[in-house]
């Protein structure tokens, strides 16, 4: 994500149609986006996910979370919802995997989705990853606490690159 995208960002952020039934709405202005852009620590990163003719359709994102003991490596990505159920999140889910697992020493990727999101849970299960198992009353979301589905892939599950390895030969 470059700076001229935080207007597009804090749209998407502040319509709630954009998270859907499954997340709550993030209010930010813009000024709000450019600070966090600009101190977001390098363990967080958001990309933009296009079409291939440039038009700018979500993101995806990895970032570290805190656990007592130590960090455990997230992704996170939603989409517009004209441009849901095209493939479009598996891939970049895919490609995201790649990237982390050839760039990073980790051992474990891990994602999560609310209990009742099914598509959310074919793009992890459509990148390699597992589910785990559930995770009881995580989220306070329109008046009530939900259930999240725990999903990882680890790295010897993910053995080689799936799709940046293609687009290098392709290319």
């Not at 008046?143 to 940046?164: A, M, N, Q, T, Y």
């Given at each position: ?107 474990c990727i891990q994602a999560t989705t609310d209990i009742r999101n099914v598509a959310s849970q074919k793009v992890l299960e459509k990148a390699g990853f597992q589910k785990e198992g559930i995770e009881r009353k995580r989220f306070f979301y ?30």
């Open positions: 994500m470059e700076k001229e995208d935080i207007p597009l960002m804090t749209e998407w952020l502040n319509n709630p149609e954009f998270y859907g039934r499954y997340f709550s709405p993030i209010q930010r202005t813009k000024t709000e986006m450019e600070k966090a852009l600009e101190s977001s620590p390098s363990e967080f990163k958001q990309f933009i996910i296009e079409e291939k003719d440039g038009t700018k359709i979500g993101f995806i994102a990895h970032f570290f979370m805190l656990h007592p003991w130590g960090k455990m490596l997230e992704m996170g990505y939603a989409l517009v919802p004209s441009e849901r159920r095209k493939g479009y999140c598996a891939e970049a889910a895919k490609i995201m995997v790649d990237y982390l697992f050839l760039s990073k020493e980790i051992a329109n008046g009530e606490w939900r259930d999240i589905v725990l999903f990882s892939i680890l790295r010897e599950e993910w053995k080689e690159p799936k799709i940046l390895t293609k687009a290098i030969q392709h290319g």
